[in-house]
């Protein structure tokens, strides 16, 4: 096996391993697994087209990963200036609301997904 390949594999451990803990220990990712598991069940419910389907978890997606992001810079600013800093709560708060832009997103491809679905 080259060199170039058994890093790739390793990579891919690391990235397993940070998508556990982010799980395991992230109240914030846990709600949005829950939500992401709720709307992939109603999706099924309701019948989804595939191009829905695709919507849907493209959003999903974008939403964890942006949770996956603010968390990973909390960790870091938290790690690297553990006090108060009112330049760390800025930069903290910035990343939560780029969470909360894509969450706002995420909420209205739901409406405009579901809504012609139940009206």
């Known amino acids: 096996m080259s060199s170039f390949l058994r890093k790739r594999i390793k990579s891919i451990g690391y990235a397993s391993k940070g ?12 709600v949005q697994a829950v939500i992401a598991c709720a709307v992939t069940i109603l999706g ?18 974008v939403i964890m990963t942006a949770e996956g992001l603010n968390t990973a810079i909390e960790k870091t600013a938290d790690f690297v200036h553990p006090e108060h800093h009112p330049m760390i709560g800025r930069i903290k708060d910035v990343a939560a609301g780029a969470v909360m832009i894509a969450a706002l997103g995420a909420v209205l491809v739901g409406l405009f997904i579901y809504i012609p679905k139940f009206f």
């Open 19 to 30: 998508a556990y803990l982010l799980l395991k220990h992230e109240p914030s990712i846990q």
């Open 44 to 61: 099924l419910v309701v019948g989804l087209t595939a191009t829905e389907w695709c919507i849907q978890n493209l959003t999903i997606t």
